[in-house]
């Protein structure tokens, strides 16, 4: 039976803490998370929307390694639910979604994975977030992030941005980064859309 993710990432943080000395392994990420929202606006209402993770490329080929049991290079079967077993883990800290509407803190009703899989050796992952109401966008400011506390995981916005819009109505919205000053956030996108005149 694989390790959890979470031995595979103790082990790193095991090794980075021997190689940098333990305070500054636990002052510094051990994992980096490309990160990217995509919410498709084809209403002014949006309840749900997705967003991908791609891991670094030490942490993603040490899964690849610990959950290949038989050694193929491939995740198959058994192997795929074991990995994505412990991906869930993270589900309790809502894959380190950060939302707020109208600069109040809120929690998605759901965050799940619906795909993952290695793709230039990267781990990406694809989740999606559902809202606990409707958030309509002519009214409110929806802010995103992604973030951990913790500063275990790194979450870092693609280079093309934290947000990637579309649908019919994606020309009237105006999203706005700054960055995060909470511990663990790096970067907030507020999205709002005004309506046609």
């Known amino acids: 039976m694989a390790l959890s993710p979470f031995s595979v990432l103790r082990f790193i943080g095991l090794v980075l803490g021997a190689l940098l000395g333990a305070n500054q392994a636990l002052a510094h990420p051990h994992i980096w998370v490309d990160s990217q929202y995509q919410i498709t606006v084809d209403s ?3 309840q749900t929307f997705d967003a991908t993770w791609s891991m670094d490329a030490f942490t993603s080929l040490s899964l690849l390694q610990n959950y290949d049991t038989n050694g193929d290079g491939k995740l198959m079967g058994e192997e795929r639910k074991e990995l994505l077993n412990g991906l869930r883990n993270l589900k309790k800290n809502d894959y380190f979604v950060q939302l707020k509407v109208n600069q109040k803190t809120v929690r998605p009703k759901d965050v799940e ?14 989740l999606k977030v559902t809202l606990k109401a409707p958030v309509n966008l002519y009214q409110s400011t929806l802010s995103i992030a992604f973030g951990d506390s913790d500063y275990y995981f790194a979450m870092v916005p693609l280079e093309e941005g934290l947000l990637r819009l579309s649908g019919k109505l994606a020309e009237s919205c105006t999203p706005i980064s700054h960055d995060g000053k909470e511990r663990g956030i790096e970067t907030w996108v507020d999205l709002t859309c005004e309506p046609a005149p």
């Open 113 to 126: 994975i619906t795909h993952f899989s290695f793709k230039n050796k990267l781990l990406t992952v694809d």
């Open 44 to 46: 002014p209402a949006i």
